[in-house]
């Protein structure tokens, strides 16, 4: 199946190349956008499945557009364009933001492109902590705006690449600025302007992106630990469709298929969009935290959803005349045996 690739270029020779070697590469098929404007609606026209965007463009820059798909399009990994080698440190330093120096090896491209869609399953939840390190690295002026799915609100104040200050309901400063970017998929409003002219947080923004990275990576290791395990006693399970780990805001951050066919990725995201719809049904009905162990009918098939560890659930979906919920207990006890704590 044919990936489509937008490439975001406001400069056309540039833009025309990347997307000649892209066709050269057989496995995808380039948009073209010159602008984050024009990007906006090209993803409305396509299904794209990669963004490689460069930052300073005319009408709405590379930060705006990030910003945009980190809201609208989340699922959608990036591949940040630069041409300044001194930026390569920073956005290589924490590993989770692919990016391409300009000019463009067409060699180096297809790496990235490999990469990008390899490890953006375990990286998206570093959306708004890339965001953050651009402005860092662009020396920004701006405010944010933050919106977690539950609810809460927060406010980061930046002053040319610098944060000035952080604010949430109950908590300002660093303390604000550590909660906010351990949410969970927030989304973000931006303004290019900053009413804030003293400084009021002590550590630079670099020593505080630091140590949200160093946290963010050891519950990372974690997850991999995880799939590692799943994937290891995936032949011990019952027969079953689908198994996988989900977080309480019923986002699958790891999931196995039994069967290997045609079209699968296809599959893959019909089936999971189904899944997702069964359970945001649960999520209306029930307190998601005190679920606790639950079966739900799905047609033929059964959906069974348990309570693993604090915020993570493991769910599966077996045919209904061969579900064995003894069984699975024994496959979960296995799992908590290896000493996982997400």
């Not at 010159?34 to 090209?42: C, H």
């Not at 804030?196 to 050891?218: G, P, R, W, Y």
């Amino acid at each position: 199946m044919r990936r489509n690739i937008l490439v975001v270029e406001d400069n056309k020779d540039l833009r025309i190349f990347i997307m000649k070697s892209i066709t050269s590469l057989g496995d995808y098929t380039p948009i073209g956008a010159s602008n984050g404007k024009d990007a906006i609606e090209k993803l409305s026209e396509y299904k794209v499945d990669l963004v490689i965007t460069d930052i300073r463009m005319p009408e709405m820059d590379g930060i705006e557009f990030i910003a945009y798909l980190n809201n609208k399009y989340p699922h959608i990994p990036v591949i940040v364009l630069t041409a300044y080698p001194e930026y390569e440190e920073e956005i290589s330093k924490y590993q989770t933001m692919k990016y391409l120096l300009k000019p463009v090896d067409k060699e180096k491209l297809k790496k990235a492109i490999e990469d990008a869609f390899e490890s953006h399953k375990y990286v998206k939840e570093y959306n708004l902590l890339n965001l953050i390190n651009l402005i860092k690295i662009e020396k920004k002026t701006c405010t944010f705006k933050v919106f977690s799915p539950d609810g809460k609100i927060g406010i980061l104040f930046f002053k040319e690449g610098d944060l000035m200050d952080a604010k949430t309901r109950f908590k300002e400063g660093e303390d604000a600025f550590y909660d906010i970017l351990m949410w969970k998929n927030p989304e973000v409003e931006i303004e290019f302007k900053c009413s804030l002219k003293e400084k009021k947080v002590k550590k630079s923004l670099n020593e505080m992106i630091s140590l949200v990275f160093s946290q963010k990576d050891a519950k990372r290791n974690k997850v991999l630990f995880l799939n590692s395990s799943l994937t290891q006693i995936s032949m011990e399970i019952p027969s079953y469709l689908i198994i996988g780990f989900m977080n309480e805001i019923g986002d699958i951050f790891i999931y196995k298929t039994r069967y290997k066919i045609e079209n699968l990725d296809f599959l893959r995201d019909k089936f999971l969009d189904y899944l997702n719809s069964c359970l945001n049904l649960v999520l209306l009905f029930s307190d998601f935290s005190s679920l606790g162990e639950n079966i739900f009918n799905m047609g033929e098939n059964v959906l069974y959803l348990v309570n693993f560890d604090e915020d993570i659930y493991f769910f599966g979906v077996f045919p209904k005349d061969n579900f064995s919920k003894d069984s699975l207990h024994e496959i979960i006890d296995k799992l908590k045996t290896r000493g996982i704590e997400i």
